[in-house]
C-alpha cells in the first residue's frame, strides 16, 4: 500500500480528529489512528470507545487498498516539523513497516494490523433522524455548552440536551445555578405531528463539534437510537454514545410571571461587572444590583480586606426599586455568551431566578439563559 498526500493537509485533518484520544487509553490500539485507504480516499479515523471521530481526504496519488494503525502522537510530532511538502507514505502490506519519505529524508514507523481496530456502532433500524444548517448547530453547541456542569452523582448534567419536535430543535444546558435554552425552527426532523424525541450529548463531543463546525458548511444531519448519536458533515463524521437518564424538567425552573424588566446594554453592563467583581469576596464572588430609576447600582465588597467598590450605570427601567445579588463569574459568563447589543432583564423578587434575553434575536433562534441569585445580608 502506497500513497503520497500534502503534509499540511493530512496534519490538518490528523489535528482535527486527534483531540478524542485520551491520554491513557483502555485499549493500546486506540493510541493509534486507524488509515483506510480505498481508490485516492484516504478515510482517518480517532476513537476513544465512547467518541468517534472520521475524516477523509482525497491523496495525490495512491496505489493498493488497505488499513493501517499509526501511533498518534509519533506521527503529529512528525508532520508539525514539515513545512509545506508531498510525503509518500509506503506500507508493507505482510510486516506493516511504515516509511514516510518526504524531500530530505525518511522516516521508519511500525504500523499496528488496521483489523484490531474497534468497530464503529451500528444504530438501530427505527432511529429518528434531523437535519440542520451547520451554523445553526454550531450557535446552539457555543452558546449552550459552557453551562454544563461537572457533576459525577449527575452525570444527565454534563452534557447538551437535545429536544426536538417536528418543526423545532431546543438545545439546553444547565448544572443547576444557570440554564441556558437555544430554540430554533431553522430545522427538520423525521418526528411526526406532537411526538417529542430527545437525547443528551456528553460534554466531550460536543466540544469536538464546537472546534469543527465553524469550519463547515452547509448542512449537519444527525441520527440517533436510544444509545448513539451519529452526525454526519461534509468532512467529518463524529458517533458517540449518549448520556443515559431522564434529563430534568427545564421548563418547570423557568419563571413565568416577571412583573420587573429591565433593559441594558450589554458591553456596559459586563465591563462594569468586571472591574467590580475585582473586589468581591474571593469565595461568594457576590456583587449586589440594585435596580432604581433608569439606572443600575453596582456593588461589591471583601469585609475581610476592607476593600469594595460601586458603580452606577444606566438603563431603561421605570418601577419600583429592586436588589438582587449574583454570583458574578456566572453572571459575566452568561453575558459574555450573548451576542446581542442590548439585552433584557426580567425579575420576580430577590429570591427568584433572573432571566437574560437578548433584546433581539437572531432570525430562526430564540436565546433565555437563566441564573439563580444568591442570598443578600440587607
Known amino acids: 500500500m502506497k500513497f503520497i498526500v500534502s503534509s499540511t ?21 486506540l493510541d493509534n489512528f486507524l488509515f483506510h485507504l480505498e481508490g485516492k480516499t484516504l478515510t482517518m479515523t480517532a476513537s476513544d470507545i465512547e467518541t468517534t471521530l472520521i475524516t477523509s481526504m482525497e491523496v495525490e496519488s495512491a496505489d493498493g487498498n488497505g488499513k493501517v494503525a499509526v501511533a498518534s502522537r509519533l506521527l503529529l510530532d512528525t508532520l508539525r516539523e514539515f513545512s509545506e511538502q508531498p510525503l509518500t507514505f509506503s506500507i508493507n502490506d505482510s510486516n506493516l513497516a511504515m516509511v514516510i519519505t518526504s524531500a530530505n529524508g525518511s522516516y521508519n514507523f511500525i504500523g499496528q494490523n488496521g483489523d484490531e481496530y474497534p468497530r464503529l456502532p451500528q444504530l438501530q433500524d427505527d432511529a429518528q ?7 445553526t448547530l454550531s450557535a446552539g453547541i457555543s452558546k449552550t455548552l459552557f ?23 431546543t438545545l439546553v444546558a444547565t448544572d443547576a445555578h444557570k440554564l441556558v435554552r437555544y430554540k430554533t425552527s431553522h ?6 405531528g406532537e411526538e417529542t424525541v430527545n437525547f443528551i450529548l ?10 469543527i463546525l465553524p469550519r463547515e458548511s452547509g448542512e449537519v444531519e444527525i441520527r440517533f437510537d436510544n444509545k448513539n448519536a451519529h452526525f454526519k458533515l461534509a468532512n467529518y463524521t463524529m458517533i458517540c454514545r449518549q448520556v443515559e437518564g431522564r434529563y430534568p424538567n427545564y421548563n418547570g425552573v423557568i419563571p413565568k410571571s416577571n412583573p420587573f424588566k429591565i433593559i441594558i446594554d450589554r458591553v456596559t453592563l459586563l465591563n462594569a461587572l468586571k472591574r467590580v467583581s475585582v473586589f468581591a469576596n474571593q469565595a461568594s464572588n457576590l456583587v449586589k444590583l440594585a435596580f432604581g430609576q433608569n439606572q443600575i447600582h453596582i456593588s461589591a465588597q471583601d469585609i475581610d480586606f476592607s476593600i469594595s467598590a460601586e458603580e452606577t450605570i444606566t438603563c431603561q427601567f421605570d ?12 453572571l459575566i459568563e452568561i453575558l459574555g455568551n450573548i451576542n446581542a447589543t442590548d439585552i433584557i432583564f426580567e425579575l420576580s423578587d430577590a429570591s427568584r431566578a433572573g432571566l437574560i434575553l437578548p433584546f433581539e434575536n437572531e432570525a430562526n433562534e430564540e436565546i433565555l439563559m437563566l441564573l439563580m441569585p444568591m442570598l443578600l445580608n440587607d
Open 9 to 29: 493537509d493530512l496534519l490538518s485533518h490528523l489535528q482535527a480528529i486527534s483531540r478524542v484520544i485520551n491520554n491513557k487509553n483502555s485499549l493500546p490500539i
Open 187 to 192: 430545522t427538520s426532523a423525521s418526528v411526526e
Open 319 to 330: 418601577a419600583d426599586p429592586i436588589k438582587i445579588g449574583f454570583k458574578s463569574s456566572f
Open 202 to 211: 456528553p460534554k466531550k463531543p460536543a466540544n469536538m463539534l464546537k472546534n
Open 147 to 169: 453551562c454544563t456542569a461537572d457533576d459525577e452523582l449527575r452525570p444527565v448534567m454534563n452534557g447538551v440536551f437535545f429536544d426536538i419536535v417536528a418543526d423545532s430543535l
Open 129 to 135: 433522524s434531523l437535519t440542520l444548517p451547520v451554523s
